[in-house]
């Protein structure tokens, strides 16, 4: 039997009906709904990331096949073997799943596989190379393209590069889509947690702009008062002469 084979029989014998009842529905997969017409077999994330690890060494061609499937596990378990394969590759293997992933991106199409993948390879590939990519996909039609884009800068995020979250996120300021806003603001507050001053410096200048979701997302760890103050438009600034200024949402 062959690995790919082998792997989704592994997915098979650890599906649950009951979990994949729950999965469809978390995952909005009804008519006009975000992710519409997906399959779930109800495995676990642990349970399709140890199945990855076993199959850690699947063929580049196996695994674009894995990712092509209907069924959201195994597109996960692809996802999740592209990872491991990336992590111990050269600069030129490197690039090659960066492109595999690129390429294969309409696959990548719920909240769930963009957040466990985006940074881990996008976001590592582009740190120090030109992100004018990530850009695009933030101008795309495409709502996951857009969720990529923001959710690959946690790597940036994580290593205390703030910029291009900061660029991508005001282009996606007035995204009409939940899920584009909730990724927006939780990205906002992992710039919080590392340097406050740059997440309030940009909330200060948009915030009144934000749909109210990214605006609770980026002040979900802020002290009450503070939060409230967001809430209800007004906050309390420095002026220039170091006087307390009050902006009021007008």
């Known amino acids: ?54 199959f850690k060494d699947l063929s580049l061609g196996d695994t674009i096949s894995l990712l092509h499937s209907p069924i959201h596990e195994e597109r996960l378990c692809a ?21 595999i992933y690129l390429k294969n991106q309409k696959y ?51 290593n205390r590069f703030f910029g291009d979250t900061l660029r991508i996120a005001k282009a996606l300021l007035h995204d009409e889509e939940d899920l584009i806003q909730k990724a927006v603001g939780w990205m906002l507050r992992e710039v919080g947690k590392r340097n406050l ?20 997302y980026a002040i979900e760890r802020f002290p009450e008062t503070k939060r409230q103050r967001y809430l209800k438009g007004i906050i309390t600034l420095r002026a220039s002469n170091g006087r307390k200024a009050i902006q009021k949402h007008k």
């Open 79 to 99: 996802l999740f073997i592209l990872i491991e394969r990336y992590k111990k590759s050269s600069a030129q293997e490197k690039n090659k799943v960066y492109k």
């Open 197 to 216: 001053k740059t997440e309030e410096g940009f909330l200060r200048t948009h915030y009144k702009k934000m749909p109210r979701t990214m605006l609770r």
């Open 1 to 54: 039997m062959s690995q790919l084979k082998l792997i989704k029989k592994e997915l098979k014998e650890l599906s649950s009906p009951a979990k994949a009842k729950i999965l469809q529905r978390f995952f909005k997969t009804g008519p006009g709904e975000y992710g519409e017409g997906d399959i779930f077999i109800g495995v676990t994330v642990p349970e399709t990331r140890s199945v990855a690890k076993q």
């Open 108 to 158: 990548i199409n719920n909240w769930d596989l963009i957040d466990l993948s985006a940074e881990k390879i996008m976001g590592d590939f582009l740190f120090n190379k030109d992100k004018q990519i990530l850009y695009r996909l933030a101008r795309s039609k495409n709502l996951w393209a857009r969720r990529i884009a923001i959710m690959a800068t946690f790597y940036f995020i994580r």
